[in-house]
């Protein structure tokens, strides 16, 4: 377990917004297992799951529906719905006093909003800010080792394609792929509604929003997010996102570009001393792939190699595998909550 960076010890009343989906339940989890000392625990939902119980620890918590009435006394909040919810409670859980983490979109632009990765820029959380903005789990995987690399050789270009889990959709795609597993071990139709195609033996370009330049919003977050959490706004960003058949955890091909050139061993070691990076170095057995990753912590970095397609040694190609419910989502949103009520 990556430790706290800012230990937290004074109890905290937490409320856990939209606690029955993919990345809530992993809040929850998280809490329990990090020792977050939650006083009061509020798992906050739509009105579709108020009275579901889910376990946090070894107790039992009932869902409640989302409500002005829930606001009172809340000392942390961490948002995991979407981003109209969170856009229209954040203000008011602010207003109420607490400190606002949030895991949508909603105001990952908001020059007014800090975008935080706590391992490379949790500097902007010296100031306690009241709202925080979790980044988009590629994003957070791809700058988790694009960063400490940049502390040694300065980036210059930085090319990310992913390979991502269905459960970066929410807990109904990870549930439809499941299914699909079923319907088809029973020789029955193979059922698609969350990505209007089945996610099961199948690859295809990331189901967010065709933009009119022909890229999707996610290759579009990946790119501005990078360059605002590395500090870097003019850095030269290209995307391709994919979706995989894959539960969970998120990999990315990154190819770096450096203005000095690169030494493949000093590069691996820089990255196995990073925090919350872990080398999986491949010539001792097998590079990391999204099972190993499941349920980890850590990002794993495997594969580090020149890219001979960078002139001069100035090229470094990686293979990046990380958890993306966890440090892709609710640990890192977890990692910040830490900082500021430390
Ligand atoms: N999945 C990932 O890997 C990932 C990674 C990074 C960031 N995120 C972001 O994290 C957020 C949650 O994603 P997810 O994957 O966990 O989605 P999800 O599995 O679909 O869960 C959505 C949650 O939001 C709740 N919700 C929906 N409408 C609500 C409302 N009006 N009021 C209160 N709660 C409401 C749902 O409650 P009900 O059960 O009542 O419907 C559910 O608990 C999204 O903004 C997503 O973009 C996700």
Sequence with gaps: MIPAIAPVTRPQVTAVIGATGAVGREVLKQLHERNFPVKELRALASH????EMLPFGSHQVAVRELAESELAGVDVAI????????????????????????????????PNVPLV??????????????????????TILSVMAAAPLHAVFTLIRMTACSYQAV?????????????????????????ASVFKRPSLFNVFPHDSALLPDGSVEEETKLIRESQRILGLPKLRVSATCARVPVRRSHAIALHLEFAKPVDVEVARQTLDRAPGVRVIDERQGSPAD?????????????????????????????????????????????????????
Excluded: Y
Aim: one cysteine or more.
């Design 48 to 51: 579709r799951s108020a009275g």
């Design 79 to 110: 948002l995991a719905a979407d981003a109209s919810t969170s856009k229209a409670w954040a203000p008011r859980l602010v207003a109420a006093g607490a400190f606002v983490v949030d895991n949508s979109s909603a105001f990952r632009t908001d």
């Design 117 to 138: 990765v706590p391992e490379v820029n949790g500097h902007l959380l010296k100031s306690r800010p009241t709202l925080v903005a979790n980044p988009n789990c590629t």
């Design 290 to 342: 999204s099972l190993m990753a499941a349920e980890q912590d850590d990002v794993l970095v495997s594969r580090v190699r020149f890219d001979p397609g960078v002139p001069d040694g100035h090229g470094l190609a990686l293979w990046v595998v990380g958890d993306q419910l966890l440090k892709g989502a609710a640990l890192n949103a977890i990692q910040i909550a830490e900082c500021l009520v430390s």
């Design 167 to 191: 459960s970066g959709a929410g807990l109904p795609a990870m549930q439809e792929l499941e299914n699909q597993v079923r319907q088809w071990s029973r020789n029955e139709p193979v059922q």
